[in-house]
């Protein structure tokens, strides 16, 4: 970049930034994610790295937030409370790492304390003779606001300071930390202020932050607002020599500490240690976006020192993000397996939490008006998970005024046959029993793993075998021959020999998959064992009516009515006849009832990634056994096994004391049945 151009463009970087700190830390209305932020600074620093004479004394890279808001008092923290450095990827660490080894002059791996990045306020509070005197926001890092009277409402704060096992009462104690609001408080404070026709918060961040800066603070002793304490500024009558003991200490102070922090020695295990906490992350009770790494010894961090902003001993290596701002190229209507109509957004590529999305679901027409997106629109989508991408909402201060209204289509956009909405129902449906869209889904939900599982069958070899006019039902895969396939684009006869494999193994599928793959609406994987345990085969669970299949747990009236229909209708008999014909499984495969035994009664509910079997397999094994394999956990869950990455069902099933198993012990349990 020449440098007329670095000039003019670091001038705009510098007004940009500063404008997005003054929304993020004083309006508490960002307009832009934290990663599109960290993206304009990145840019910022690297001219100023090029061109060291463009670095002016009020550059966003020279200075650490914003300036507090003129309706609090104002209160100076002793010690600047600094922002960290970021890493935005294991080779950013690493250099990091290395960098501190340099400065150090040392080869030995370096001791770390690492801990969850919070996504709230940070706050210092300055306690005197062990009593609450006051409290500040970060502010610009020199000078915060006075928010006292409202930490004071925080319940996790205390006011007064513990001590035990031989600890004096500090004269002076500035304890820093974050202020959280937990997730589900902020859902549920959303939907009371949604109610009352009031804004939503956008994220946690943004309702803690509003919720701690309130002039009144009677508004804040009414959120759920939480603190967690991690760090220092000042101290009197107390030290310690390390991070780690720091942590332990401010917990014995009676502050709220997280359990998650952990002492890693080198690179490599803070890589590890980053790996373990990002696996939780959808777990916890509140947001992180990020670990940080600090220097464990406080000896080294005085003599590592800081840079103007930031502290050299410590950084935060930030997750990739879940949120992120593109633009509404189009928005198409995709037909599923039941006829029901969903808009999709198609977005200009973005990455999100390490996946690149294109495509967003926007669910029903209803919500489109509801959350008001519009063709041409910047919007924040997000992923968690392997949630599909959905948009968030609509920056409509982004709007040039060339955005188009999206319209729903009034026939079907697969075959131009009609379209109704049922009394009660959000969805349009596709009434078309020759809907090519229809049966493309359903071949595809057909075949996915979690039914009938034919590997190599996906959606565009659907494409190609419903368009060629060889599969007009589900049970057209059965009459499959190679001479067919060969016909097909780039299929080769290796190729044309794997599929038939495929769909040779399908058949000894269990009853339960069976049962998924037909599509039955509202009927997935767990309703699907229960239904093939009570009933046992297709013939049983044929010819039930409505109230024998309201017996089976978790089939309501609603449910019943939808199985009923589903089997009452002639086409769908014709397909499992044929199905049955070609050799796929129709009845329950069971051991011997002294082996069922051993399981009856008792539910299981799976999490994670298990490493000997896959979960489907391992669900298959506890209804063999005379268990129940269930998709969620409730108080009537028994067990709940936990494997690798384990996500939220692992925290219910602390919260609800229910007992938890390792693969090694679900195992060690299946062998006692051998």
């Not at 709220?256 to 777990?283: K, N």
Request: with cysteine; glycine share 8%.
């Amino acid at each position: 970049m020449e440098r007329k151009e670095a000039e003019a463009r670091a001038a705009w970087l510098r007004s940009e930034l500063e404008r997005h700190n003054y929304l993020y830390y004083v309006k508490d209305s960002p307009e832009i994610t934290d990663a599109e932020y960290d993206a304009l600074f990145r840019e910022l620093q690297a001219i100023e790295a090029e061109y060291p004479d463009l670095v002016t004394p009020d550059s966003p890279t020279q200075r650490v937030g914003a300036k507090p808001a003129e309706e609090f008092k104002h209160i100076r923290h002793r010690v600047p409370m600094l922002s960290l450095q970021n890493a935005m990827d294991e080779g950013e660490l690493r250099e990091f790492d290395a960098r501190v080894s340099r400065l150090l002059g040392t080869r030995d791996p370096i001791e770390y304390v690492c801990e969850p990045k919070f996504d709230g306020l940070s706050a210092e509070l300055v306690y005197e003779d062990g009593v609450l005197l006051a409290a500040s926001t970060r502010g610009d890092g020199f000078v915060g606001e006075d928010i006292t009277a409202n930490v004071k409402t925080i319940r996790s704060v205390p006011l007064r300071l513990r001590t035990g096992d031989g600890q004096a009462m500090p004269r002076l104690l500035e304890v820093r930390g974050e202020i959280l609001m937990p997730i589900a408080a902020f859902e549920e404070l959303n939907r009371e202020r949604e109610a009352r026709g009031e804004p939503v918060f956008a994220n946690p961040r943004n309702a803690a932050a509003g919720s701690a800066r309130q002039l009144d603070p009677g508004v804040t002793a009414v959120r759920p607002l939480q603190f967690y304490a991690y760090a220092l500024g000042v101290s009197e009558g107390f030290s310690v020599e390390c991070q780690a003991d720091l942590l332990r200490a401010l917990r014995a102070f009676g502050f709220r500490v997280s359990d998650l922090f952990t002492v890693a020695r080198g690179a490599d295990e803070v890589m590890r240690a980053y790996r373990e906490l990002g696996a939780r992350r959808d777990s916890l009770p509140f947001e992180i976006d990020g670990m940080v790494v600090k220097v464990n010894s406080f000896a080294l961090q005085r003599e590592l020192g800081e840079v103007s902003r930031s502290p050299r001993w410590a950084i935060a290596f930030k997750f990739p993000p879940e949120q992120q701002v593109t633009r509404v190229e189009d928005i198409i209507v995709n037909v599923g397996r039941t006829g029901v109509l969903t808009p999709v957004a198609c977005l200009r590529p973005v990455r999100v939490a390490g996946v690149m999305v294109k495509r967003a679901t926007l669910h029903n027409e209803d919500e489109v008006a509801r959350k008001g997106v519009m063709i041409g629109d910047h919007v924040l989508v997000q992923r968690a998970g392997d949630v599909i991408p959905e948009v968030v909402l609509v920056l409509k201060e982004r709007r040039t005024g060339e955005e188009r209204p999206f319209v729903m289509p009034s026939t079907c956009p697969a075959c131009g046959g009609p379209v109704s909405r049922r009394e009660g129902e959000v969805a349009w449906r596709c009434t078309s029993v020759d809907c090519p869209a229809q049966l493309k889904e359903r071949i595809v939900h057909f075949a996915s793993r979690k039914a009938m599982d034919i590997e190599h069958l996906g959606e565009r070899l659907t494409e190609q075998l419903v368009d060629g006019g060889l599969v007009r039902t589900v049970a057209d895969i059965y009459t499959l021959t190679k001479a067919d396939l060969l016909k097909l684009e780039r299929m080769a006869d290796k190729s044309a020999q794997n599929v038939l494999d495929a769909i040779e193994a399908s058949k000894k599928r269990p009853l339960s998959a069976v049962v998924v793959a037909l599509g039955i609406p509202q009927v997935g994987e767990a309703l699907a064992r229960s239904l093939a345990d009570h009933f046992g085969s297709i013939d049983a669970l044929m010819e039930a009516d409505e109230e024998e299949l309201a017996k089976v747990e978790d089939v309501g009236p609603v449910v019943a009515k939808e199985i009923a229909q589903f089997f009452g209708n002639e086409k769908n008999r014709e397909v499992i006849r044929r199905l049955r014909e070609a050799g796929v499984r129709m009845e329950h495969e069971t051991r011997a009832v002294e082996a069922r035994v051993a399981f009856a009664g008792k539910t299981f509910v799976f999490t994670g990634t298990l490493s000997s079997m896959t979960r489907e397999q391992a669900q298959e094994l506890v209804v063999s056994l005379g268990g129940k394999a269930a998709g969620s956990v409730s108080r009537k869950t028994d067990y709940v096994v936990a494997g690798a990455d384990a996500g939220s069902k692992l925290a219910k099933a602390r919260e609800l004391g229910i007992k938890v198993l390792t693969e090694a012990e679900f195992s060690a349990m299946l062998e006692n049945q051998k």
